[in-house]
């Protein structure tokens, strides 16, 4: 009997590891022959390492040269036409953009779409000729049979359906990437050092790197000695990401400290008392706040897309308004001065992970799409 065979199309390597390797290996479990498509950024060997295929995508993930974006187009068209996937699976707008128009043209049988956060693409200020076009172009390629896309939350489901590039029962609703609950077991907060605020992500202002280091010095004088504010993530190629001087000018590497990059993110959110986020960036459901709620740590984190999904106000932490740093420094100072309610809160962060989060649920939802877009070819 021929094996199934699906295509997961991710932006990059790193991203995939992260984010998509345990739906993978379930996927290689259930029988399908499973290729990890991505850009290579050094780590396709250990994706390979997993036991998995891939294929090195040639892509610029932040990059709008017309001829560099039909370069990305042709290669995807001619892959797909090569090996007749049965499923392919996109991640990233990017990739969802060029990959389902690639998908359209060679005539995949099934396609899925995982709208893990639009980023700036549909912003309101973002005048670019791409988000122009985009609506269009994904109305064009999504009018298709057998295609469904996976959401994260409501406000994205709700702008694709606003904007007519796919029927509302199109639509999945998986809350998130998962994590697992084993891995990222309930660690109760340090009783000795210094209480540590923790923001983990990719460099960019948007993500409210600097909201937090502002609010940090506004609480220097109360807490200096007492606390300190990690700030973990490489800088990105993101065009909202800060040049290293930058980012090294906001941070004393005593009271606030910028990590980088680190491959120990789960120790770090063990050694934390408090995660804070305060994104303005159009977020999926960010997988630090989901890693956060499951190490049992309060979250301080916008009422916007995707952050708002992981945070009960007032149960395991707190929903602020985007860019107001007033309130991010007045929740920073109740949490930084109540262990009690940090503990409180902690507890409750990781009943609610339990809830919604569980990677379990997460590979089992993909695992059923994909069957459905198998049985539905």
């Known amino acids: 009997m021929k094996s199934k065979k699906l295509f997961m199309v ?27 498509i991505t850009i290579d950024t050094g780590k396709l060997k250990d994706i390979e390492a997993k036991g998995l295929k891939t294929v090195n995508l040639p892509m610029s993930r932040s990059g709008m040269n017309i001829f560099q974006e039909l370069k990305t187009l042709n290669f995807l068209r001619k892959l797909y036409k090569k090996e007749k996937p049965d499923v392919v699976h996109h991640v990233g707008m990017k990739t969802i953009l060029w990959g389902t128009l690639a998908a359209k043209f060679s005539k995949v049988k099934g396609v899925v779409n995982a709208i893990s956060g639009l980023g700036g693409f549909f912003a309101e200020d973002n005048k670019g000729l791409l988000s122009k076009i985009m609506p269009t172009v994904l109305k064009f390629s999504h009018n298709r049979p057998n295609l469904l896309c996976i959401f994260q939350n409501e406000d994205d489901w709700g702008l694709y359906t606003k904007h007519g590039i796919i029927k509302r029962e199109q639509g999945r609703f998986i809350k998130g990437s998962g994590v697992d609950l084993n891995q990222f077991d309930y660690t109760p907060e340090s009783e000795t050092g210094t209480i540590n605020v923790i923001l983990t992500a990719r460099m960019i202002v948007e993500k409210g790197i600097y909201l937090l280091t502002e609010a940090a010095e506004r609480l220097r004088s109360k807490y200096e000695g007492k606390a300190e504010f990690w700030l973990v993530g490489m800088i990105d190629d993101h065009p909202g990401a800060p040049t290293k001087e930058e980012l090294e000018s906001h941070c004393d590497g005593k009271y606030i400290k910028w990590l980088g990059y680190r491959t120990d993110v789960k120790e770090l959110l063990k050694q934390s008392h408090i995660m804070a986020f305060p994104s303005y960036y159009m977020e999926g459901l960010p997988k630090s706040l989901i890693e956060a709620d499951a190490i049992g740590r309060p979250v301080i984190t916008t009422n916007s897309v995707g952050c708002k999904d992981t945070v009960v106000d007032g149960e395991n932490g707190f929903l602020i308004q985007p860019k107001d740093v007033d309130a991010l420094t007045e929740k920073l100072d109740l949490l930084l001065g109540d262990k009690e309610l940090r503990q409180k809160m902690g ?31």
């Open 10 to 36: 991710v932006n990059v390597d790193w991203f995939f590891l992260s984010h998509r390797l345990p739906v993978a290996l379930a996927a290689q479990k259930a029988g399908w022959d499973v290729t990890i």
């Open 347 to 377: 507890k409750a962060a990781r009943a609610y992970a339990e809830k919604y989060f569980d990677i379990e649920v997460v590979k089992e939802r993909h695992l059923s799409i994909y069957e459905e877009l198998i049985s539905n070819a």
